[in-house]
């Protein structure tokens, strides 16, 4: 292994037990995602210890001191840069009252994200992220659901993008999986294989031999992973999803976020059928229907 990788995964081993909060516990659950204890969520501490905490539907981070990310650490290119003909990559979404909904609450179902973020989708379109992690036996339960809204029920005009959690270094490193997938071309093909391998298979995927043992088993050879673990690309992309996750202030996951504008999750929603109706009603508002 050389050097760049050696270093990257240095500390990985003491990591890959840690999991979403302070306790030590597998990187993947050690039982199949299909039966969590919907009383104790995977990720949270034994009930006897925090007796109080409600239960949820997402894996949460520790809690740690919040980081003040500015609105220039991303800004849009310049006007003048505009005046000369040249298309900003990001639009910067622009604040609005809350929408007008019958069925959802900002404050109790959404919060509003303040700022507004910059979206990367195409004029006329609405963007929607989900945030989520390989080992959230939540994320993998939705999974199916999300797949297939964003294959086949999601309105035209949405754009859907996925970015992984980056709060510790074993969501990191499933991360790196994440975008080393999509260098490959093989993300459409082995996403939701990569969430039942680790949920299922309990195989945790979190060191360079166990992903490139997966990957070679997926006829992908050991140079040809090692090539996309390691190029420009992937590192580029990680930046821009730990720039994400700080902009958002994603501690928890799965979460989605609609247009730069509002985040939820499945619980705050009601439920999973609650959650894609309140996407798509945030995004008509935000589409102006």
């Known amino acids: 292994m050389n050097k760049f990788l050696s270093t990257a995964l240095l500390g990985l081993v003491l990591a890959a037990s840690i999991a979403c909060t302070k306790q030590p516990q597998p990187a993947g659950p050690t039982q199949p995602a299909a039966q969590p204890d919907a009383a104790q969520p995977s990720g949270a501490a034994p009930a006897a210890a925090d007796a109080a905490a409600p239960a949820t539907t997402e894996e949460s981070a520790p809690t740690a001191p919040a980081e003040t990310v500015t609105e220039t650490d991303d800004a849009p290119e310049s006007t003048e840069q505009a005046a000369s003909g040249v298309q900003p990559t990001l639009k910067l979404a622009t604040a609005t009252n809350a929408p007008a909904t019958e069925h959802f609450k900002e404050g109790a179902n959404y919060r509003k994200v303040v700022p507004a973020q910059p979206t990367n ?80 298979n309990n195989n945790p995927l979190n060191t360079v031999e166990t992903m490139a043992a997966f990957f070679k088993k997926q006829g992908v050879s050991p140079e040809e992973f090692q090539k996309a673990f390691a190029s420009f690309a992937v590192e580029s992309k990680l930046q821009r999803a730990d720039f994400l996750n700080r902009r958002y202030q994603i501690d928890s996951v799965p979460t989605v976020a609609i247009n730069g504008k509002y985040v939820t999750d499945e619980g705050k929603a009601g439920g999973e059928p609650q959650l894609f109706q309140l996407i798509e009603e945030l995004a008509a508002h935000e589409h102006g229907g």
């Open 121 to 200: 989708v195409t004029p006329g379109k609405i963007e929607v992220v989900e945030f989520f992690w390989y080992g959230c036996a939540h994320c993998f339960q939705l999974d199916p659901a999300i797949e297939a809204w964003r294959n086949k029920g999601k309105p035209a005009y949405v754009e859907f993008l996925r970015v992984p959690g980056m709060w510790n270094d074993t969501l990191r490193i499933h991360a790196r999986l994440f975008y080393t997938a999509e260098a490959l071309g093989k993300l459409d093909a082995l996403h939701s294989t990569i969430f039942r391998e680790i949920n299922v």
